[in-house]
């Protein structure tokens, strides 16, 4: 049974930095891909950005030059670095791991930028 363990969110001010982390246990294919989606109050889900197994990355328009991911392999886990936030970067963030074939979601961590 594979989780997605997401941690690190809260409330931050504008222009504030948050780091994101998430942790997968259980088994899975060694070549997967590994990221973080959001949700907005009233909005589809979206992406944000990932990274995968061999450390290629895709992320939306909106995080290039605010927000880094990274992952660490032995560890199985994945990081988020986001740096000059928004309030339009409020939402819940959701932890995603793909392997060929099957899609996992973390339960999602709320992250609110407000002064």
């Known amino acids: 049974q594979v989780q997605l363990v997401e941690s690190g969110g809260g409330l931050v001010q504008p222009g504030g930095s948050l780091r994101l982390s998430c942790a997968a246990s259980?088994?899975?294919?060694?070549?997967?891909?590994m990221g973080w989606y959001r949700q907005a109050l009233g909005k589809e889900r979206e992406l944000v950005a990932t990274?995968?197994?061999?450390?290629?990355?895709n992320s939306a328009d909106s995080a290039k030059g605010r927000f880094t991911i990274s992952r660490d392999n032995a560890q199985n886990t994945v990081h988020l670095q986001m740096n000059s936030l928004k309030p339009e970067d409020t939402a819940v963030y959701y932890c995603?791991?793909?392997?060929?074939?099957?899609?996992?979601w973390g339960k999602g961590t709320l992250i609110t930028v407000s002064s």
């Open positions: 259980g088994s899975f294919f060694r070549f997967n891909v």
């Open positions: 995603y791991l793909y392997v060929p074939g099957r899609v996992y």
């Open positions: 990274i995968t197994s061999d450390g290629s990355t």
